[in-house]
Structures are given as structure tokens and as C-alpha cells.
């Protein structure tokens, strides 16, 4: 356990580390063509006046000295937009109980959803529920948030005025209006999800239906019920719980980009696409990081969770 | 004569496939008494496992067709409920399977999984006496430090001790009847000796009826009462151990004991092998099935031999091939031993 | 413990002078090894990994193989046979030792230096579906070789429908995949392959233990023909002591990394002098109802112990019921009976008093078994 958690706390500060390189040379040294003090001083300012900036930015630093200096920023939330000069840290902390909310009705919708799909599709397999199932989450995985959100909208919002059009109301403030207004972005988040999820447990439920562990529990005399769910599930589930992990941080760190847009949420994936608009690379940088941090931990999560799951895995 | 234990008559297996129809089981019958060994013997494919899951309904599916008769102490099996059979796999019936290494849930307790079972059906054990059974029942095969290995998972068991675990699970319900599908074919010598010392421990203990399937006729030898010898889904040959061994007539037996190595015989150069391959069961050859490979085959071989007692004196012992007695006697004899043909005749 | 005449104690040996246990750079020797050792480390630590022990998979093992002879290699599971054949064709690389091919030695060599000698050595697997590529024709997989032979063109395809027909397939197979063959054919196609590059020397790990007893027979005869025509040597690898007496001149018996006995395999059934030998006889049921009820046998005990630690002194001390303190503290010496019949026990049985005063320490001894054979005082019960 002491040797799982020293290993993995070593090796995210490692990823974080070379992801915020990469990212950072990217963004900053390599992406905008031209000085960020000339477009920070503006199109009219004079040379001496981007100097001034440069100065002050400290753009005419060495790289790594800009590197360490912008990562101390973003960590101690001191980093400021040079397009907007807000505050990168409050704006992300303003969208974060929003994508976190999407992120978390989403992902229980399309966990559940998925296990009971995938499984219904696995033990009916052949069968008309399976070829149903099928089809329903191919088109499930070709459904672009866009499309479905608009749908939605037009539908459900202006036509018929079940579901609000749009926004976000705080869960502090009113949970039933929360769930109400988040309905319709969980719902089409989900949609995607699910038709890829419910595939894949699918056919890892089949391949363990024909191990020869599942044929010793069957000739226990076990009900098959009890044969699905102690013998069958539990090991099915260890990849779709591992790909969740990834897809829910993805999601976190701002990977919802059309569903917060298309629902004008304005959440952290919403300000990743102003930011890329703007080309505001200090708040992109800070988004990456965000993501990065979340990815990185829920992958931890998962591996401690597969290890509990199955003990042939050793924490290392 | 009292009613058998486990009766089976005509059992008929087939599947639907996409290439076609498999008859898998052609017709097996046979009986196991109390405290009795039955061996199904024959080659990888030829039906032996399919008949022994068959007994205990586990063959039944959607693409699976099953017909005949099975009935343990009087009851039938083959028209059982669903539920009622659940009653009887793991209770009157236990199973013991091939791979010992992928037959214990990984996920699962050693002990957990023999719990699980007693409680299955017992339900008014309690979780604490049926841990106090299991114990029992891993001492009583064998696994030293029981109470402590009870927490192990499988993948912390050897080959050996993991076919134990299945055997104490098998027992934990006092089964009559316990089917043993290749138990020991996984395994190195030395704990394959002591799996079949197990074996026969509990038949003299507890009088149950034991199917053992298995390819090796140096294990029938060992621990079987009566054989049953299957080729591509059909019984060709059922006798006792000794008419099978000292008197077999069908020209497939033969060849299954000419091709063993002994390691009780002089090294002779070549072994009498049987020629060829089994036969595909989507189209398996007219007549008698072993007739592509069977050096003495003849006209008659074009329709196939009724199993019939064809010994006299010995109405038990019965073959599936046309030749007669004493053909038999006479063909089967090479180079001194049983052998299918003259290795030397034989092109493989 | 043990009776005396024929079951006598093997202590006080003399120290051999010359070549024994056919272990000399004597001619006819197509293989040597010596003092052959693979470890597996075995890793752990908190931030970093720091080799904790390792896996005892083969710990020094010598042998000399002749021309056109077979050895078999026995033993249970995990007793480093496969580690032992794949180290020879330098699939792995020897913690320690040497391994002489034809002379010269190959143990220091890079992989292009091994080209030449690997030609010579080929290799089949147990598993006849595992070791074919699946989305290679027969063809394909047999031209591969061919073409390190440097030959070319139709001389391949000539070449590849001789190799088939020569292993009891036929020309047309040559366009099928591995999946469209039985087990017993796919084990034929993997014999193929290897005599595909001519080798002198084959080296077969459980060749025929995934195959039904009537395949097997069909696998072994072939075998023996082609050691006939083309005097090839095999050193053969199974759990099966009665398919490995019937194919071998020789059979070498493993335990826990470590050869216990070495015998002509006309000996082995009758003469056994290692307990662990016997105890791997006594465990094979004989297909034969009345000689097996006539057999009293010994239940065989326990299990293998761990490579990872193994015991102290004699590797087998733990299951044998012949084990005294000697054993427990002392490594035995391989030692040469009569006739290039080697065992390395204290307590051998089957061995004449004449035999134990005309026997020497040969030089296949592990070199942690000692240079000479310590004059210890008979341990008796
Ligand atoms: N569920 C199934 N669907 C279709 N065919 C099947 C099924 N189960 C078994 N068969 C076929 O039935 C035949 C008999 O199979 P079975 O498993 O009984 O052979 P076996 O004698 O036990 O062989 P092995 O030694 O390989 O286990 C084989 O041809 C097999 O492919
Ligand atoms: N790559 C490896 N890493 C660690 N241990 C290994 C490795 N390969 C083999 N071993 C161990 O070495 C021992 C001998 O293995 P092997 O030669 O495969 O046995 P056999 O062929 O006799 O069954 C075993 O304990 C095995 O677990
Ligand atoms: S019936 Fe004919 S083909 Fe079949 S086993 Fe007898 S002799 Fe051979
Ligand atoms: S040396 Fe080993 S094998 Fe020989 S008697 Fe002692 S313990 Fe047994
Ligand atoms: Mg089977
Ligand atoms: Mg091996």
C-alpha cells in the first residue's frame, strides 16, 4: 500500500512534469507566431511600450526561467490572462461546479446505463434485445452533442418548453432547479457514452461467460442470476470502470466542449473554447494542467480499484 | 439387480453450428453404481465431456438439441426443471473439471467459493458453520494449514492444490454422483497419483458413483471399475476393466492401447499408431466412423455395427464392429501385444 | 535408514582423475555444458527496484551431448527444463557457464556471431498452436528459413513441398493456414520448419504433450524416422517419463534446477539410484489393470519446493523418505556409477557395494557440491 501510493505519487509528479513541459512549449514558445507583449500592448502601442511589457511579463527571461515562473503562477493562482487579465485561477474555479455537476450526473447516467445495456445485450446475445441494443448504441456513437443538443433544444425547449433552453442554476442554490436544468446536457453527454461502453462490456461479458471459472459456478448450482452477478460481472467490469476513469476526467478537465457550448454552460470546457478563440495561452496552459491533475488521479483511483477487485494485481 | 444410480440411455447431443449440425453424442448409454468407477476414454473431441455435462444439464442452450434418458435414483434429468437441476449440480452431482488453473473464480477466497457452494444448498447453514465444513473438507484432501488457506486467493495455489480445492468443493454437498472431466491431464505425474489416491479415497468413504473422462489409459487402468471407450460421439466399446484390457474388440481400442509408451516395457523402435485423424462430426463417414482409419475395414463396414454383446459369456462387454470374435482375436495381435496393425504396414 | 547389500550408502568416494559422466571435450561430442546457471531475478522496492532473490531455474547443470544421440530431460513442472533448452539455442542468456557447440564455444557470442551456430539448433514447442503465425500460410512459414539457407525462388517452393512430405503432409497443404490443421499436423508443420535450415541438432520442449496418446504415437515415430535418415541429436523435454524413456538414449532428471540422475534409458526403470527417480517412476500408473494392481505403490508426497529458496544441502531432502542430517546440510555429489550412470545422492539405491567402491565423483558435480567428496562418517538409522 506505502509502496503503491510513494510509486504513484512519484510517478504523477513526473507526468505532471512533463506534460506542463510539452504544453508549455508549445503553447508559449512554439504556437503564437509573434510576441505576446507586442499583443498585449495592443496594435497601436510603440516599441519601447512592448518592451516595457516584455519586461514587466517577463518575456525577455530565459525559457525556463519563464517556464518555472508561469507554472508557479498557475500553481499558486496567481496567473493572469494576457488577453483579458483576469485572474486564470477565479475563472477556472467559476466554471468548475459547473462541469463538475455535468461531469458527475453524466457519468453515473452512462455507468449505469452501459452496465445495463452491455449486460442485457451480452446474455441475450443473438437475440432481438442484442440486435436492438446494437443498433440503438451505433447510432448512439455516431450522435454528435451538437446535433443531439440542438434537437434537444428545439424540441424540448423551445417547441414544447419541457426543459429549459439553457444555463446553469448552482446546486446550493436549488438542487431541484440544478437537476432540472442539467437534465438535457447529462442526457446527450451520455448518449455517447453509452454506445460505446454498453460494446465493450458486451463482448468482455462474453468472453467471460465461456471461462471455465463461470462452467464451475454453473455446476455448483448456483442461480444464474448469482452466476451473472458474483461470477460474471465483477471481472467484466474491470475495463469499462478503467475507461471511465479516463473519459470522467477528460470531462472534468473541460473534455465536454460542445455540450457546454451547445447548453451554454459555462463551465471549464466553455472557457477552454473561448481561450482557444482568443488564443489566451496562459488560461489554456492552466486547462491542460487541470486536466492533466484529474487525469492522473482517477487513473490512481482506478488501479487501486482494480487491484480490490482482483487480487491476482499487486499494487506497484 | 436394484435400480442403478445414474442411468443413461440413448443420449443424443447435438448443436446447431454455423457451419452445420454437430452430433456430438451419438447414442451413449451406460450406468454407474454406488461406489463405482467409470471411465470414459477416446480422443479429444469424440464427446466425453459433452456426455458427462449433459448428465448434469450443463450442455443445455439455445443451438444445444438433447434426447434419451438420464435418471439419478429414479428421477429424470433431461426433462428437469431449470431449477430443479440447480438443486442437483453441486448437490447430488458434483463436477470436477480439467484445468485446475482456470476453474476457481480468481476473484474469490478459496474459502469463500467452497462456502458459497455449501450454502447454496443449505441454505440454514450459517456462514460460520459452513466455514467450519470447508476446513474439514480441505483437511480431508489433503491442504496442510487449512484454516489459514481458506483466506488464500487461487492464483496462490499450485496446480495441485488448486485441483484439491475443486475436489473438497465437489464433496461439500456428500454427492452420489461426482464427475471428473480429465482431473488429473493438467497436471504433473507425481500429483496426478496423488489426485487418483483422493479419488479413491472418497469412493471407499462416501460410496459415491464416480464418471471419470479422461484420454489416458494408464489412469483407467488405475482407478477404473468399467470403461467406456467413445469415438466420434459413439460408443465403439463398454466392458470391464479387464475384458477391455485383456480382451478389447473393437480395432479402435486396440490402437488406443498400442499407441501408449510403457514405462514398465522394453523401448521397441516405433509405436503401432493409429493412422490418421479423428473424423470431422459435421461430416462424419458413413457406415462405422472408424472405417477411414481402420486397416481391417471391409464391405459390411459401409453400414454401421449396432453396440451389441458379441463375446459369449460376457453380456456386458459390448463392441461396435462388424468382424467377428475370433477375427478379432486374430487381427489384433502385433508383433506380440495389442496393436492396431504392424507399425510398419501402417503409413501415417 | 537405509538396508544394507544393494541399497548400500555411497560415502567416501574416491576423487575422479579423469573424463567421467561423458563430460570431456572428447570426439563425438556435439554439445557440452558446463556448470550451467540462468537466474530470474526477482524485483521489489519502494521507489526503486532493487533485486530482492531469484528464481533458482537452472543452477548448475553440465552434460555432454553426443552425435545422433537423444537425451531426455524429466522433471516436474518448474524445474527449469524449459529454461534449461531455450538457454542452450541462446534464446536467453546464462547467468553463468559455458556451452560448447561442435568445439567452440557459444556462450560469449553476440546475436550475429550466433547466426551460423543457431542454423544448426532448431527448436519445436510445446504448444503447436502457439508457436505458428496464424496469418502465415504454410508456405510462408516454411520459406522463411529456407531463405536463410540462401536459397532461392522455385528451389524454395521444391524445397518446402519435400519438407512436408517428408513429415507426413502433403504438397497441397502448402497454401493453408495453421488454424485449418489438427493439433498432430500442426506439430508436424512445426517439425518442418525446424528441419527446414538443416540442423544437426534438434531441441524439442513437450512436443507431443498437447496431442491425444494415438497422435503422439504418430509425432514420436516420426521423429524416430527422421533422427534415422538425416543423424540428427535431440535433446527432448517432457513431464512424461515413459514418452521420454521410449525416445531417448539417455535421460537426464531434474529437480528444482539441478540434475539428480543421469542413466542409460535402458536403466532408468530397473536401476533406478536417485530416490526422486523412483519416486517419478512410482507415481505412473502402468496401463495395465493386473501388473498395476501387482504394483505396491508408495504414495507420492508433497510438492515441489520453491525456486525462489531452495533447500539447503540435498533439493530433494524435503520429500524423501531416505533423508537424513546429512542430506539436510550437505550438497550430494554427481556421482558415476557403472556404465555413465550418474546420481547425486548420499543413500543411493540399486547400487552393489562393488559399485559404490568402483564409483567417482564426475565432474558434472555442482561447484557447490565441493571439489572433492568430503570423508563423512556413514549416517545410518
Ligand atoms: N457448445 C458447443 N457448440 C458446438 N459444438 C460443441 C459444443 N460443445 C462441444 N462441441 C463439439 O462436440 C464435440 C465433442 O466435444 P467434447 O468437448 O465432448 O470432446 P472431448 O472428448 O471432451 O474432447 P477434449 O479431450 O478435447 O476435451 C467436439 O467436436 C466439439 O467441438
Ligand atoms: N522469465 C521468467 N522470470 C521469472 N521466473 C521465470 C521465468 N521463466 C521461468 N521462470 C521460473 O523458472 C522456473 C523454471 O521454469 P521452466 O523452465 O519454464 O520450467 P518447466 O519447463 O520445467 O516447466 C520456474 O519456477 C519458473 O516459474
Ligand atoms: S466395423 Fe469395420 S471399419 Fe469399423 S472398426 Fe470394425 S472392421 Fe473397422
Ligand atoms: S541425498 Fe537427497 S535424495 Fe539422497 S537420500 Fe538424501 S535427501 Fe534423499
Ligand atoms: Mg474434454
Ligand atoms: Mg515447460
Redesign the pocket.
Known sequence: MARFLIRRGLTMIALLFAISLVTFLLFIVVLPGGNPASMLAGRLANPSEVQLISHRYGFDQPVYVQYFKTMANIFDGSAYSYQSSFNVDDQIRQGLPTTVSLALGAGIIWLLVSILFGTLAAIRAGRYTDRVLTVLSMVGVSMPPFFLGAVIIFYLGYKTSILPINGYVPFTQSPIQWAYHLIAPWFTLSVLFIGFYSRVLRSTILDTLSEDYVRTARAKGLSPRRVLVHHVLRTSLLPIISLWGLDFAQVIGGGAILTESVYGLHGVGYLAAQSVGKLDTVTLLSIVMLTAIAVVVLQALVDFLYAVLDPRIRLA | MSEPLLHVEDLRVSFATEDGLVQAVDGVSFEVDRGEVVAIVGESGSGKSVSAMTVMGLTRGPNARIDGVVTLDGQELLKASESQLQRIRGGSIAMVFQDPMSSLNPVYRIGDQIIEQIRTHQPHVSRAQAAERSVELLERVGIPRARERMRSYPHEFSGGMRQRVMIAMALSCSPKVLIADEPTTALDVTIQAQILDELRELREQTRAGIILVTHDLAVVADIADRVIVMYAGRVVEQGTLDELFYDPQHPYTWGLLGSITRIDRDRSKRLPAIPGVPPSLLHPPAGCHFRPRCPHAFGQCMQVPELNARVADAPAHLDRCWLTVEQKRSVRQVDGQIGLASPSAVVS | M?ATGADGDATGLGVSDGAVGGHSGASGALMEVEHLRVLFPIKSGLVVDRTIGHVHAVDDVSFTLREGETLGIVGESGCGKTTLIRTLVRLLDPTAGVIRFRGEEITGRSRRQLQPVRRQMQMVFQDPQASLNPRKRVGQILATPLKLRGLAGDRIEAESRALLERVGLHAEHLGRFPHEFSGGQRQRIGVARALAVEPRLILLDEPVSALDVSIQAQVINLLEDLQEELHLSYVFVAHDLSVVRHESDRIAVMYLGKL?EVSPSEELYDKPI???TSFLLMAIPIPDPAENRARTRQVVTGEVPSPIDPPA?????TR?????D???EVE?QLTEYARGHLA?????QNVSPAEIAAARRSEATPLSAGAETPRLPVSSA
Open positions: 537405509s539428480m536417485h530416490p526422486y544441502g540435498c533439493r530433494f531432502h524423501c523418505p531416505r533423508a537424513s546429512l542430506c539436510r550430494p547425486a545422492c548420499h543413500h543411493p
